[in-house]
C-alpha cells in the first residue's frame, strides 16, 4: 500500500484570513462542506481572534453552528491565547490549533506576547486541560509555531531556536507539533535541518509542516519534509491566504497542487483533484479574483 500523506486544509482559516473580501459565515460553512466533499479530513475552519484585527474570521462561532458534527472529521479552530481558548470550548470545534510564534517580534505583532508570555499562556492552556473535571469532553490539542524558518521583524531563526521552542511544547505533552514558514523564507535543506532538530527535541511528538509560497519554493519544501519523514502537511485551495501580521507573506502551497505532485509521486492523500480543482475556482470567484494555484489555471496532467 502507498504512503499516505495526510493533508490539513487551512483554506476557510489561514487562506482567507489575509483577503480583501470578507465572506459572510454561512458562506465559509460551506466553503468547508465543498472541502469535506473533496476530501478533507482535517480542516482549520475557524479563527477565535478579535474581529477588529482579522475581520475576516468574524463569526466563528456562527460557522461552527452551521457545521454538524461527523464522524471521522476535525474542524478545528486556531487560537492565539487563552480568551480565543476560552471561546473556542463554547463551540464545537474537534481541535485547538494554538499559534505561537519562534521570536518575540511575531509573536508581539501577532498576539502581543513575547516568547516568554507565550510559554505561559499555553502553559496555562495546558493545564487548564489537565486539571478539566472528570466527563468533561475537551478538544484535541495541537502547537503551530509560526516563522519556524524566518520572521519578518527579527531576521533569520536558528536551528537551536527552533528545536529549544520544540522541546519545550513537547515536555508539556502537546501530541502534535506543526512548524510554520509563515513568510515562505524557508528553502528544502533548511527544512531537513529543522525537521531533524524538531524530532530529537521533542520525539513523542507528531510533526506537521506549513509552508507558504511567498518565494516559490512550498513545493519543494513540502517534498523536503515528506523525504524527511513527515506524514502531515498543510495546505491552502487555490493557494490563496497569508498572514496579515506578516508584510508581503502570500498564500500557503495550494493543496490541489500539493495533491497532484503527490499522487503522481506515487502517495495517497485521499483527496478527489478534480472536486479540489472545482472548489478553488469556486472560491476565487467569491473572493473576486483569479486563485493563485497552478492546477487551478492548467488543470492535471494527464487531462481527465
Wanted: hydrophobic share 40%.
Amino acid at each position: 500500500m502507498s504512503r499516505f500523506i495526510q493533508i490539513v486544509e487551512v483554506g476557510p482559516r489561514d487562506g482567507l484570513q489575509n483577503e480583501a473580501a470578507v465572506l459572510e459565515p454561512a458562506v465559509r460553512a460551506g466553503f468547508v462542506r465543498r472541502l469535506e466533499a473533496a476530501g478533507a479530513r482535517r480542516i482549520e475552519a475557524v479563527s477565535f481572534v478579535h474581529p477588529k484585527y482579522v475581520p475576516q474570521m468574524a463569526g466563528a462561532e456562527e460557522v461552527m453552528a452551521d457545521l454538524r458534527p461527523e464522524a471521522g472529521r476535525s474542524r478545528i479552530g486556531l487560537v492565539l491565547n487563552a480568551k480565543g481558548y476560552d471561546r473556542a470550548l463554547t463551540t464545537g470545534v474537534d481541535e485547538v490549533n494554538v499559534s505561537v510564534a519562534a521570536t518575540d517580534g511575531f509573536g508581539l505583532k501577532n498576539q502581543g506576547l513575547d516568547l516568554q508570555g507565550q510559554a505561559a499562556m499555553l502553559a496555562d492552556i495546558v493545564a487548564r486541560r489537565h486539571n478539566a473535571a472528570p466527563g468533561d469532553a475537551a478538544p484535541s490539542l495541537s502547537v503551530t509555531i509560526s516563522c519556524v524558518w524566518g520572521c519578518p521583524f527579527d531576521g533569520e531563526v536558528s536551528v537551536d531556536q527552533v528545536a529549544d521552542l520544540v522541546g519545550r511544547i513537547g515536555e508539556l505533552g502537546v501530541d502534535e507539533i506543526a512548524l510554520a514558514d509563515t513568510i515562505g523564507a524557508g528553502d528544502p535543506w533548511a527544512v531537513t535541518k529543522k525537521v531533524e532538530a524538531a524530532r530529537k527535541a521533542a520525539p513523542d511528538a507528531k510533526l506537521r509542516l506549513h509552508f507558504h509560497d511567498t518565494r516559490n519554493t512550498g513545493l519543494a519544501n513540502a517534498y523536503a519534509g515528506v523525504e524527511a519523514g513527515v506524514d502531515i502537511l498543510d495546505a491552502s485551495v487555490g493557494g490563496i491566504g497569508g498572514c496579515p501580521f506578516a508584510p508581503g507573506a502570500t498564500g500557503n502551497i495550494g493543496t490541489e497542487d500539493l495533491v497532484h505532485m503527490l499522487h503522481r509521486g506515487g502517495f495517497e492523500t485521499g483527496y478527489d483533484l478534480d472536486a479540489l480543482i472545482q472548489t478553488a475556482r469556486w472560491v476565487g470567484q467569491r473572493l473576486g479574483k483569479a486563485p493563485p494555484s497552478s492546477l487551478s489555471r492548467a488543470g492535471p496532467f494527464p487531462k481527465g
